[in-house]
């Protein structure tokens, strides 16, 4: 399954995005999906994971409260609804899918498959 993330962008402080990505090839139906970021010099860090019917999903603690993942089966895409944002916010990010696990996990090395990115910047 290929992957097409979009949606990034620059924000103020306390502003909003909704990232988008969009799947091609295949169904996502059976996929579990996650969000990641990186920015350089560190490590990719977990943002958010969604179970294959999205009746489960996971949030990195930075972003409990803030983010919402949600999924559209039918439009065979993934969104990551972002409030509130900070500038530690600021990262690339990456969207990917696995269909190994049971449930969703927030094990980037779990997922088979990964978008090419896309730069959220947050100003202060």
């Known amino acids: 399954v290929q992957l097409q993330a979009s949606g990034g962008g620059l924000v103020q402080a306390g502003g909003s995005l909704r990232l988008s990505c969009a799947a091609s090839?295949?169904?996502?139906?059976?996929?579990?999906m996650g969000w990641f970021r990186q920015t350089p010099g560190k490590e990719r860090e977990f943002v958010a994971a969604?179970?294959?019917?999205?009746?489960?999903?996971y949030y990195g603690d930075p972003v409990k409260g803030r983010f919402t993942i949600s999924r559209d089966n039918a439009k065979n895409t993934m969104y990551l609804q972002m409030n509130s944002l900070k500038p530690e916010d600021t990262a690339l990010y990456y969207c990917?899918?696995?269909?190994?696990?049971?449930?969703?996990?927030?094990?980037?090395?779990?997922?088979?498959?990964w978008g090419q990115g896309t730069q959220v910047t947050v100003s202060s």
């Open positions: 990917a899918a696995e269909r190994t696990t049971l449930v969703c996990t927030v094990a980037g090395p779990e997922y088979d498959y």
């Open positions: 090839g295949r169904t996502i139906r059976p996929y579990h």
């Open positions: 969604i179970s294959w019917s999205g009746g489960i999903t």
